[in-house]
């Protein structure tokens, strides 16, 4: 018996899982007591509990009316309205005349540039120039009569390293 109780206390998370077991239990056998409560209200559906809240705004509305609204404030509020939104449509519309003055001078750089690197390519494709010329060029037929004539002119067979075959 003394090896439990010594085994309980020196595991502290073991007691605390136990103690919330038991509160747990308990909590629950208290729960259908309090509702068998007489001083508590009886559940309703909630069908029944939106016809009566319709039912009592619908008597509210009927009894209370409220005043009209003044009609000065309303005037005022238009016409800072109105100044609000001709103030952003300026605003916009300095922005739209920035942009466009910007894409117009973009597209002309970029044609500048295009122009300047056509200049250039044009330069480059010169025929005599020894780093762009036209190398050549061969054709199925030339290669095979090249592979051939490698063997016909080559060292003979029995003089080759007989390694170097087997691969």
Partial sequence: ??????????????????????????????????????????????????RELQGEMAQ?????????????KVEQQAEQAVEVIDETKNEANKRIAELRRLQQ?????RLYQKAKADQITSAITDNNSPVY?????????????????????????AKRSLQRSRR
């Fill in 60 to 72: 509210g509305n009927q009894q209370q009316r409220p005043a009209p609204a003044p009609v000065r």
């Fill in 105 to 109: 001078k973009y597209d002309q750089e």
């Fill in 1 to 50: 018996m003394g090896d439990f109780i010594d085994f309980f206390l020196k595991n502290p998370f073991l007691i605390i899982v136990l103690i919330g077991i038991l509160t747990s239990m308990l909590g629950k056998k208290k729960q259908p007591q309090q509702s068998d409560n007489p001083n508590t209200p009886p559940k309703k559906k909630w069908q029944e509990v939106m």
């Fill in 133 to 157: 010329r036209k190398g050549p060029s061969f054709g199925k037929k030339q290669l095979i009569d090249g592979i051939i004539m490698s063997e016909v002119l080559g060292p003979p067979r």
